[in-house]
């Protein structure tokens, strides 16, 4: 949504532009307890194959959301090293935000 957009934006500023972003829950679901762990081990598996999983039921994005957010298929990445960060929105406030790099 805008908010977690502006989050963004502030946080990484014009880097953004150059960020590929996927929503992995729009495959799973919520998966409760199992979310974060799963959602870390797509992370990972996205930075090891250079691949990010393409975010389903997306047919048309905010304007007002201008990320690159990966549809349709999953976009490949480039050659060199990668970092990652996932978010993980809870019930009840219970959040944590996972930062991989590739090495």
């Given at each position: 949504?805008?908010?977690?957009?502006?989050?963004?934006?502030?946080?990484?500023?014009?880097?953004?532009?150059?960020?590929?972003?996927?929503?992995?829950?729009?495959?799973?679901?919520?998966?409760?307890?199992?979310?974060?762990?799963?959602?870390?081990?797509?992370?990972?598996?996205?930075?090891?194959?250079?691949?990010?999983?393409?975010?389903?039921?997306?047919?048309?994005?905010?304007?007002?959301?201008?990320l690159n957010?990966?549809?349709?298929?999953?976009?490949?990445?480039?050659?060199?090293?990668?970092?990652?960060?996932?978010?993980?929105?809870?019930?009840?406030?219970?959040?944590?935000?996972?930062?991989?790099?590739?090495?």
């Open positions: 949504d805008v908010a977690e957009y502006n989050a963004i934006k502030r946080a990484f500023g014009d880097h953004t532009e150059n960020m590929s972003v996927t929503a992995t829950k729009s495959m799973t679901g919520h998966l409760l307890g199992a979310a974060g762990a799963l959602e870390a081990v797509i992370t990972i598996q996205s930075i090891h194959n250079r691949l990010v999983p393409a975010t389903i039921n997306l047919d048309e994005q905010d304007p007002e959301i201008p957010v990966v549809k349709g298929e999953a976009q490949k990445l480039p050659d060199g090293d990668l970092a990652a960060l996932n978010n993980s929105f809870g019930f009840g406030g219970h959040n944590v935000a996972l930062a991989i790099r590739s090495i």
